[in-house]
């Protein structure tokens, strides 16, 4: 069993790892002659505890994979560290470049339910009349859905301009901007907002899909029925269900709004950067995984020699047995796991 363990502490609590059968072979090279010479490491799927390699599922929704959110959530936060601070392959003369967050908010498809804001910052009652908490789940929703624009609130997902039912949409950005200085070492000024502050804000964004708004809704619908089954509020439940019809539509048919009904429409990257800004998150998970490497057996290449790899793999299926997964259960979480804390 320990050996068991140590595998399935390799691939840092993921619920749903992808199984691979195979080999992975390392060969020392002489960098002289370019000759293949003796085997440095060797892996095969079928001498390994669990009978398989186990290579985490890399899913960045916490709704599908706690611990992989997690890691993602984290690398997230480190590239956008680095694009504003350095480090990583970007040199800390950033710190000296002004820096602005800027939020841009969509349209309004008919009031919501809001926490609207005197001058002083205080919160004011909404419209309906109740003074909402932070975490009010009917923040955000019509006040009236009979009037609120379905349609348009699916379709601003995607910037286009069709005409549906002889009635002309326009997709542009709401008027609601707000644009905040960042602060840092070399520029404060009186801004209240810090590097640390944006990087956990838009990493703790990264993990929540739409679902945060549909809840159990984390993947394509088969067929609209399967609604009925999910606890969705009923504003989740009408954007996906005018997803769905407009999906139906052939002028819109390019969108594939059926597809992506579970997103509300929305079918874009969670996120996008210049190739400039901070490093990349390939290139993070690139270095964890040579870090665990090197941990489970350090290098034994010699001064003259390079070396080449060979690897063969083929998928065996998805997941963890029974009794593996009330093993990875009883694991606590990896020692020296790096990371800021959680709190945010
Ligand atoms: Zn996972
Ligand atoms: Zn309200």
């Not at 799927?45 to 992989?68: E, F, H, Q």
């Not at 680095?82 to 003369?93: H, M």
């Not at 997902?157 to 709401?174: E, K, N, Q, W």
């Not at 005018?242 to 997103?263: D, N, Q, S, V």
């Amino acid at each position: 069993m320990p050996t068991l363990v140590k595998q399935l502490r390799g691939i840092g609590g993921c619920t749903q790892p992808v199984r691979l059968d195979g080999h992975r072979v390392e060969h020392a090279v002489d960098a002289r002659t370019g000759e293949i010479g003796r085997v440095l490491r060797r892996l095969d799927s079928a001498s390994l505890p669990a009978g398989n390699l186990l290579v985490p599922c890399k899913n960045r929704r916490a709704t599908r994979c706690p611990a992989c959110a997690e890691t993602y959530r984290r690398d997230t936060f480190h590239l956008i560290t680095a694009g504003l601070r350095g480090g990583k392959g970007t040199p800390d003369t950033v710190t000296r470049h002004p820096k602005v967050f800027a939020t841009f908010t969509a349209p309004g498809f008919g009031a919501v339910h809001n926490r609207p804001t005197d001058r002083r910052g205080a919160v004011r009652t909404c419209r309906c009349g109740l003074l909402h908490d932070a975490d009010d789940d009917s923040l955000g929703t019509p006040l009236d859905p009979t009037t609120y624009d379905y349609e348009g609130a699916v379709l601003w997902a995607r910037v286009l301009g069709p005409i549906l039912d002889s009635r002309a949409h326009t997709f542009v950005f709401g008027e609601q901007l707000d644009v905040r200085p960042i602060r840092s070492a070399d520029f404060d000024g009186t801004s209240e907002l810090t590097e640390r502050a944006v990087a956990s804000y838009i990493a703790k964004y990264a993990t929540k899909g739409a679902e945060a708004t549909t809840g159990a809704l984390d993947r394509p619908l088969k067929f609209l029925a399967e609604l009925a089954l999910l606890g969705l509020s009923d504003h989740a439940r009408r954007m996906v269900r005018t997803a769905w019809k407009l999906g139906a539509i052939k002028e819109l048919g390019h969108l594939r709004l059926r597809a992506w009904a579970h997103m509300l429409g929305f079918r874009g990257h969670f996120s996008t950067k210049t190739r400039r800004y901070s490093t990349t998150l390939g290139a993070l998970r690139n270095a964890r995984a040579e870090w665990r490497r090197a941990q489970a057996s350090p290098d034994v290449v010699g001064e003259t020699e390079t070396t080449l790899v060979l690897s063969h793999w083929v998928f065996a299926g998805m997941g963890l047995s029974a009794a593996e997964a009330w093993l990875a259960t009883t694991l606590a979480p990896a020692p020296g796991t790096e990371g800021e804390p959680t709190h945010d």
